[in-house]
């Protein structure tokens, strides 16, 4: 296998046998001329299968070293899909600290169709198992306090208990961490972030690493509907062939910024795993915030990650709005919290835009 840096640089390169392009075309064409009855040229429509999304599929199943992948409208489509899965009865062991949207649709697949989350801290997943339990979902790092989880001891109980073992791969990428080759079964990611890099793009993706499963989910994909659209697979194409570039930038920047953040004293506690490019901070006032918000002028105050440019989302009021507030106090994401996507740009002017926004105080 190729590394990981030439198999991103090229993917869909050289695709195109008739005309020899070097970059995928893209397929709009919804529909697919039949050659005769009872035959097809492998396309017949494109919720099915199209060819510039099947480009986007097989980079992140090689990526993830799975067998199969799948390209949604969006990272929640991805998750959807995968728990369309489950059933009536069914219980999902989730590790607590998660995206706020992932939990949303949790509590709404409970309420529709009694599959029931279990939330559980990393440390107690197999005292959650019950005769109900049919996977566990994960995020590595946690979001937002950037914990990182063992995905090889989760493998191990998901393994004997004969669990499903899902893991959404958002915040590491397959470039800093691949969970299948550890022992998951499911990646997902929403490759609104990291992947596409350049937030320009709303995407989800999926991995698997079984082709049983591999069957399950295409049928899945294909009666749910909630494909990437062409024009967005060429995107992401296009942003995930820089991903090495862009992360190692952003990882270099974080790790440096960490250092700083953790010698101002408006900030009293720095949350870093000690990889990727995402850090949580608290200031030492609630009170600080809103004006610190305002002040930046580098940085924005916007609700993703994983792009070029530097974001500072507030979790409490944006990224995990619908977790109820005392969840959020019981699982640490206070008002004084501070989530920054570090992105590409110079350093020192991401030091002087904290500093600036935080000294006027
Ligand atoms: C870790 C994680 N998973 C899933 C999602 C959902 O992805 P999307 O916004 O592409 O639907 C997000 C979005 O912020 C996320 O941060």
Redesign the pocket.
């Given at each position: 296998m190729n590394r990981m840096k030439t198999l991103l640089a090229q993917i869909g390169n050289r695709k195109d046998v008739r005309t020899g392009a070097v970059e995928p075309p893209i397929y709009l064409s919804t529909a697919y001329q039949h050659p005769t009855l009872g035959q097809s040229t492998g396309y017949d429509y494109t919720r099915t299968a199209n060819p510039t999304r099947e480009i986007v599929e097989e980079a992140i199943a090689t990526l993830e070293g799975g067998v199969r992948g799948f390209a949604c409208a969006?990272?929640?489509?991805a998750?959807q899909l995968i728990f369309s899965l489950f059933k009536q009865q069914d219980e999902i062991i989730v590790t607590e600290d998660i995206?706020g949207?992932?939990y949303r649709l949790f509590e709404h697949l409970q309420k529709a169709y009694e599959i029931k989350p279990v939330y559980t801290d990393p440390n107690d997943i197999e005292q959650k198992i019950t005769s109900h339990t049919k996977a566990l979902f994960i995020?590595t790092p946690t979001?937002p306090l950037l914990m990182e989880i063992d995905i090889e001891e989760v493998a191990a109980i998901a393994k004997k208990h004969h669990l499903l073992f899902i893991v959404?791969n958002?915040?590491y990428t397959p470039y800093l961490q691949q969970p299948l080759l550890l022992g998951a079964d499911i990646v997902i990611h929403?490759?609104?972030?990291y992947l596409g890099g350049h937030n320009d793009v709303?995407?989800?993706l999926v991995a698997v690493k079984e082709e049983s499963l591999a069957e399950r989910l295409t049928y899945l994909h294909n009666a749910i509907g909630a494909v990437l659209s062409p024009l967005d697979c060429m995107l992401l194409i296009r942003g995930m062939k820089t991903l090495p570039l862009r992360l190692e930038q952003q990882q270099a920047n974080a790790q440096e910024l960490v250092t700083f953040l953790n010698k101002e004293p408006q900030v009293e506690e720095v949350l870093y795993p000690g990889k990727g490019a995402m850090i949580s901070f608290r200031v030492v006032d609630n009170k600080l915030v809103a004006s610190f918000l305002e002040k930046l002028k580098i940085i924005s105050f916007a609700e993703?990650?994983g792009g070029v440019e530097s974001f500072i989302t507030y979790p409490t009021t944006q990224?995990h709005a619908d977790i109820p507030q005392e969840e959020l106090q019981k699982r640490g994401i206070c008002n004084k919290l501070l989530r920054f996507s570090v992105g590409i740009e110079h350093v020192e002017d991401l030091k002087e835009d904290i500093q600036q926004a935080l000294r006027e105080n």
């Open positions: 969006s990272g929640m489509a998750i995206y949207g992932s995020e979001n959404d958002t915040f929403s490759a609104s972030k709303l995407a989800g993703s990650l990224t």
